[in-house]
Structure formats: C-alpha cells, structure tokens
C-alpha cells in the first residue's frame, strides 16, 4: 500500500495531493501535525530528516521526500494521464512554468509569510535549523507576489492552462501558489482577469477541492 503523509493546511503536500487524485493512484494518508510540531519528533524524522512534507512510501519501498521526486515517480509509474508533456516542446514548456511558479510565486509567499509571522520567529525556512527571520524578505517578497500575478495573467492570455493544451503540474503547481498567497491577503483581482478566468474553471476539477 503507498502511504503518502500529508498536512491539510499545507501548500506542498497540497501539489501532490492533486497530483494523486487526478493520476487515480490509490493511496492511505497519515496526517502529520506540523502546527504541533509532529515533523520534528525521532518517529517522522527516521522517515525524513528533512522534517518536511510530503512524503510518499510506494509499495516497492522508495521513500519520496519532495514534490519532485513524487512528480517524477507518479509520471513514470502512472503516466496516464500526462501530467509533464508528452512531446518535447510540451515537456520543456511545463518543466520551464512549474518551475517558475515556485520560484516566482511559492517561494515569493513563502517569504512573505515566513519572515514576519510572530509564531515563524528563528523559523523562517522549513526543515531541521533553525533561521532568523529577515523583514526586509517579506516585504520583497509581497513585491514578487504581486509582480508574479501579473506575469501569470499576462501568460494565460487565450490559453486553457498555464503551459500546455492540457491540465499539467504547471497548473497544479499555480493553483497552490495562488490559492496560497490569500494567507499574506494577496489576491488576484479585476487587474487580473486571465487568471481569475483560469482559476474559476479549474474550480470544477474534483482534485482541486482536496
């Protein structure tokens, strides 16, 4: 049975948990509580010692510790339907959007959020050590947010999705980063009707409710 330890509350076990849902892969979830601090106990740190999720155990017992190595994993194990491109110009496309949508646009919120939360203090990245939070960060980083919107919007112009002709790991990857930003009160609005206009459509996809 592959067992994928999730955080309902967030962003990254979010991306592959709609990755799992819309590949079909079936799978039991153990809830990790990150608030209380569950990731940094002896049990979950043996798992991982990044002290982060997701993590997903396969059946053949590979332990993933990222979203993408469990990208990489679901789209060789489970390739229907595609979720990385089928032809070249396809999978150059996702891999170029997803990844600026991490860097452009989660990493932006993450700053954001990280580095001026009061309960973040000497928190300021995930995992094992301990960093200080910096407020110049957050303030760059709602700078980046915003820009980020605008550069979404400016490239869903006449399109369906984020990077190809079809649903893709670029749009799960934006629907996150999007969806997420509300948390440091960054929403896309009237001066972002492309996105806006993508997003209400995603809404009916049964993965995106998860």
Known sequence: MIIFYDCATAPSPRRARILLAEKGIPHRTVQVDLRGGEQFGAVFRALNPLCTVPVLCTDD?????DNAAIIAWAEAAYPQPPLLGTTPAEKAAIASWNWRVEFEG????????RNRTPAMAGRALPGPVDYAQIPALAERGLARLQQFLVDLDRQLEGREFVAADRFSVADITA???????????????????????WRSALASRPSLAL
């Open 61 to 65: 017992g590979l332990v993933l510790r």
């Open 175 to 197: 629907v996150v980063a999007v969806d997420f930003a509300r948390i440091v009160k960054v929403q896309p609005d009237a001066r972002h009707p492309e996105l806006l206009r």
């Open 106 to 113: 989660l990493l932006a919120v993450a700053e954001a959020l």
